[in-house]
């Protein structure tokens, strides 16, 4: 299978459904919230959480159609992440996603209000896939979401990462906050998505340990791109992690060690999926495409 093709055409599908359901809010041009909430969101990125969401729900014969509005939540809590750690009292950075970010093209008060909005209708969207599951379910999945993006989550994870800036942390402490800051929400992904397709106890187990290791590796090889990226193809500024004296899997570990690292676990994502069957390769060759990823 090629995998370009995949994501190519997963990026379409989730892009087309994150319109519609922008289209179904009402006239968002004329409202400014709704501007830039638009502006951050189809501002263009990878999509990886939602197409993992979909990818885990196919892996376990799952329908893509129930998850697809629980996979644009993802990438509106993603979006937002992504705005509040643009601001000026976060990472004070002017590009984002190769163009300026939501509050340099807006305003600082209107970015956190599209960050808080899109944080919120996430909610609003996810509730769409669950009609039809059963009670208990449809309120784990959206506690297992808040969980991920919130204090033990995404959120707890940014606020260890301020705290630890200048600091020199070890190996545990710096992989403590990747698990939260950036690997929460990619777990998540592959958790909801291996239940919302009808996934045996065992296959969630699988595919959860498969998004933990899928999360370690992306945030290795981002620290890695971080240093010796393209910033025409990463569209934001390289070397931001070094002006900001981040501890990170290349300053800790060095170059050669980091990328062994994200090895390592890539493997071990792979092995994660030992027991599915080929409806798991894209998820396959996704982990592997960590390794040579430019972006
Ligand atoms: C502000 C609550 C709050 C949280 C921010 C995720 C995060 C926490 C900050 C992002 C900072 C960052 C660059 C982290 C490294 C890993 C990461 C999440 C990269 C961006 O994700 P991609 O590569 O981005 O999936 P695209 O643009 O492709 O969607």
């Known amino acids: 299978m090629d995998l370009q093709f995949y994501l190519r055409e997963r990026k379409i599908l989730v892009e087309q459904a994150l319109i519609n359901q922008l289209d179904a809010c009402g006239r968002w041009q004329e409202s400014r919230l709704q501007q830039a909430m638009h502006y951050s969101l189809m501002a263009g990125g ?9 990818a885990c729900c196919e892996a376990v014969g799952g329908e893509t159609v129930r998850a697809l509005p629980f996979a644009c939540a993802l990438e509106c809590i993603h979006t937002y992440s992504l ?21 340099r093209q807006f305003d600082e008060g209107t970015a956190i209000l599209a960050g808080d909005a899109l944080l919120t209708w996430a909610f609003e969207l996810a509730a769409q896939s669950l009609p039809g599951l059963p009670g208990e379910l449809q309120l ?40 939260r800051k950036t690997g929460a ?12 397709g009808g996934g045996s106890p065992q296959q969630i187990k699988q595919l959860t340990r498969y998004g933990e290791a899928f999360g370690l590796a992306f945030q290795i090889t981002d620290d890695i791109l971080d240093e010796t990226g393209d910033p025409a193809l990463m569209g934001k500024s390289p070397g931001s992690d ?43 060759l996704l982990a592997r495409h960590l390794l040579s990823r430019t972006s």
């Open 83 to 103: 705005i509040h750690d643009d601001l000026p009292a976060m990472d004070n950075d002017d590009l984002r996603r190769g163009q300026p970010t939501c509050h």
């Open 46 to 54: 990878k999509r990886l959480r939602p197409i993992l969401l979909l």
């Open 242 to 284: 070094r002006k900001k004296a981040k501890s990170t899997y290349p300053v800790i570990l060095g170059l050669p060690q980091a990328r062994e690292e994200a090895r390592i676990w890539v493997e071990e994502a792979e092995n994660a999926l030992k027991d599915l069957s080929e409806t798991s390769q894209p998820l396959r």
């Open 185 to 196: 929400l990619l777990r998540i992904s592959c958790l909801i998505g291996a239940s919302l």
């Open 140 to 179: 784990t999945l959206l506690r297992q979401l808040a969980q991920a993006a919130g204090q033990h989550g995404m959120v707890g994870g940014q606020m260890l990462d301020l705290l630890a800036e200048g600091q020199t942390l070890s190996l545990a402490e710096m992989q403590n906050i990747h698990v």
